[in-house]
């Protein structure tokens, strides 16, 4: 490739710019979608099932183990 080949290919690869990365958008999108499935996981499944049954509800059962 002689020097009139290498600024040929120069101007030809000037016009091809990378577009700018815009990771603030894709993180932003991320989190909107992973608090959806948490919010839509909390509506479906919460209704669905009865309550735990505990062995106390004053919590000094659970407090004993500490």
């Known amino acids: 490739m002689n020097r009139r080949d290498r600024e040929l290919l120069d101007r030809q690869m000037s016009r091809f710019q990378p577009p700018p ?3 603030g958008v894709l993180i932003l999108a991320m989190a909107r979608i992973f608090i959806a499935g948490l919010t ?3 509506l479906l499944f919460t209704f669905g099932i009865p309550s735990a049954l505990t062995a106390s509800n004053d919590g000094r059962t659970g407090l004993a183990f500490f």
Do not use: L
């Open 21 to 23: 990365r815009r990771d």
């Open 40 to 42: 839509a996981g909390g």
